[in-house]
């Protein structure tokens, strides 16, 4: 068997080399490549590692037609087109924890720079000018600190915040009450967090859901005189409302790692007096870049010599004997777990998934995992995976449970996912129909639905009139309806539209859609 190749496109480690060539694996470092002579290289690689710089974008994995595998040394994977690697059978993995304290201490290290002036006392002081009297700062002691995300790096900023004896309180969907009480921080809902937080720093995934969380409404609404520390990703804050409140005096000053565009040679916030910027520097230490190469080396030669599978985004642990059987399945679970993740919007304390049938008979585990990352994915992205899922979950104080029957009344095989939050119980079904995953119950309500791209939810009042009223309305929009599927409780009762569609819905649709009588809600829904 011949030995894998792996290339190198951007700097890693020695270390993280030298593991390549131990394990038997071929690597070859060429860094700085442009595009052009990427695509003429890559179709003799099996494997590709990289950390941000590379772009595998749509035509270097059409060109990469031996790769089986994408290692990314970091987390965030924007310049992989994981869709692309997916279609073309590329496993795609990252080192979600690698850089979580690097990361944590860089959010701490800007605090106190805000705190302080630190950057720009400095510049005055080597200037010559020693104006002792203008760098009034303020402590960071018995202050309160905002935290928008407690996850993995979250929690390590709260627990550094906490040691410096301040109050955290945090806003996070998924994180429990149990789990808040370990961390020892307070959990509240995004409002109340903007009106108390003397300092709000942010530690969540780009997602839909997540896209400007400090909209300008939301930066309104925080408190005055409030500082603000971004080292999670651009684009959750919105740059241009920050800067505006800046400049009067709303916002007492920010500190941003990363940016809506990057590299960041020019932005709206660049030249505010009260605002501090670093070229995303959050995990940039000796011993962060070591792990993270360490870990997709690792990673890397363990699924090019033994198929074994780690922290992939697209993939989940399944022997080459069980994958063509489990492959519906997992879409399936994958699929049904992520339409119910987008259909929460409050912390989930428990996720219960139910096998019935044939189903029940097959290895759970990577149907789990597959469930749960779907849940969790709407709101966490490219950090949850369906091997880290378990953990992610675990760390946020979700229960899992799972229960197993052999028979199942109406389908060969079922999959019913409950999601139980602070508010109640949401309850979805789907079975795989001629080897296509579909959706067959929602609010226990029977239907029959395939997945789609684009999918619009509407759960209304079944009146007279308003499935015509719904397609006139997208008709107008310029949304063409692919297909159209209906559940009900029974005539005049509770009922659901779910339709296909070719556009995504815009805010104001949504918003017209949701003033229509009788409907209680409508949602767009991606997969």
Sequence with gaps: MPMPRVLIADKLSPAAIEIFKQRGVDADVKTGLTKDELLQIIGDYDGLAVRS????????????????????????????????????????????????????????????????????????????????????????????????????????????????????????????????????????????????????????????????????????????????????????????????LLDEGHIGGAAFDVFVEEPAKANVLFGAENFIATPHLGASTNEAQENVALQVAEQMSDYLLTGAVTNALNSPSVTAEEAPRLAPFIALAGKLGVFAGQMVDYGVAVIDIA???????????????????????????????????????????????????????????????????????????????????????????????????????????????????LGVMLAEAGVNIATFNLGRVSAGDDAIALVGVDQVPSEALLANIQALPHVKEARTLRF
């Design 53 to 244: 710089a590379t772009k595998a974008d749509k035509d270097v994995i059409a060109a990469a037609k031996n790769m089986k595998v994408i290692g990314r040394a970091g987390i965030g994977v924007d310049n992989v087109d994981i869709p692309a690697a997916t279609a073309a059978g590329i496993v795609v993995m990252n080192t979600p924890f690698g850089n979580s304290i690097t990361t944590a201490e860089h959010a701490i290290a800007m605090m106190f720079a805000l705190a302080r002036q630190l950057p720009a006392a400095d510049t005055s002081t080597q200037a010559g000018k020693w104006e002792k009297n203008r760098f009034m700062g303020v402590e960071v002691y018995a202050k309160t600190l905002g935290l928008i995300g407690a996850g993995n790096i979250g929690s390590i900023v709260a627990d550094r915040a906490l040691g410096l004896k301040m109050k955290v309180v945090a806003y996070d969907p998924f994180l429990s009450p149990e789990r808040a009480v370990e961390l020892g921080v307070e959990k509240v809902e995004l409002d109340e967090l903007l009106a108390r937080a003397d300092f709000i720093t942010l530690h969540t995934p780009l997602t839909d859901k997540t896209r400007n969380i400090l909209s300008a409404e939301n930066l309104a609404k925080a408190k005055k005189g409030v500082k603000i520390i971004n080292c999670a990703r651009g684009g959750l804050v919105d740059e241009a409302a920050l800067r505006k």
């Design 355 to 469: 096998y019935e049938g044939e189903v029940s008979k097959l290895n759970a585990k990577p149907l789990t995992a597959a469930a749960l990352a779907g849940v969790l994915r709407p709101m966490l992205g490219d950090a949850v995976n369906m091997v880290s899922a378990p953990a992610v979950a675990k760390e946020r104080g979700i229960t899992l449970s799972e229960s197993h029957q052999e028979d199942s009344p109406i389908y060969e095989s079922l999959i019913r996912i409950t999601v139980t939050t602070e508010k109640g119980k949401r309850s979805f079904a789907g079975s795989v129909l001629a080897g296509t995953p579909r959706v067959v119950e929602v609010k226990g309500m029977d239907l029959d639905a395939p997945f789609g791209p684009t999918m619009l939810y509407v759960n209304n009042e079944d009146k007279p009139g308003f499935i015509g009223a």
